[in-house]
């Protein structure tokens, strides 16, 4: 087998052809990675009996599609969601990492609208009320800058979601042979 390579998807579903990626499948199962397989014409479609999986048979149309995807998603993620405890601790499945006051308020933000945008303005306001001062654009940067590298043990992400403000969402480490980089679905 060739080296394993890791990307990061922003896309926390991964698209697997079937049965040409069967080996994606199963480094998507053995990781705990939703994974939803795109089944060629003419070929039986696998039993999922990973709750983590589902199929879908092209062509499929683009609300078909979004459909499978949300409920793939709820499958693997319902619920699970990031918490951010009394003394400012992230806890996300079975890690946790500790944050400063700061950080822990602004956190608080992200988790509450956890997979949604979280306004800047309601950030800035946040960091504002917890500093005791005036929040600068400057420094709201520097908090979540800080904050993104704080949550990596916990594969959490801050996304930017430009000209709007933040989502927090889970990381999505997605081995892959090195040899099939060029050959991947998303």
Known sequence: MGQIVFFDSSNDVKFVRWPAENEMRRYC???????????????????????????????????????RVAALRHRAYGRQAPTVDAAGTVHFGRKTVGLSTIQAELMELLVESYRDVV???????????????????NSLDLHIMRLRKRLTPVQLVIRTV???????????????PADRLNSRVS
């Open 162 to 176: 430009w000209g709007r403000g933040y989502r927090l969402e889970p990381q999505i480490r997605i081995p892959i």
């Open 29 to 67: 199962r053995m990781h705990n990675i939703p994974c939803l397989l795109v089944v060629e014409g003419g070929v039986e479609p696998p039993v999922c009996d990973d709750p983590c999986e589902d199929w879908v048979r092209t062509p499929i149309s683009h609300s078909d599609l979004e459909a």
């Open 119 to 137: 306004y800047r303005s309601e950030l800035t306001q946040r960091l504002a009320e917890s500093s005791q001062g005036d929040a600068t654009r």
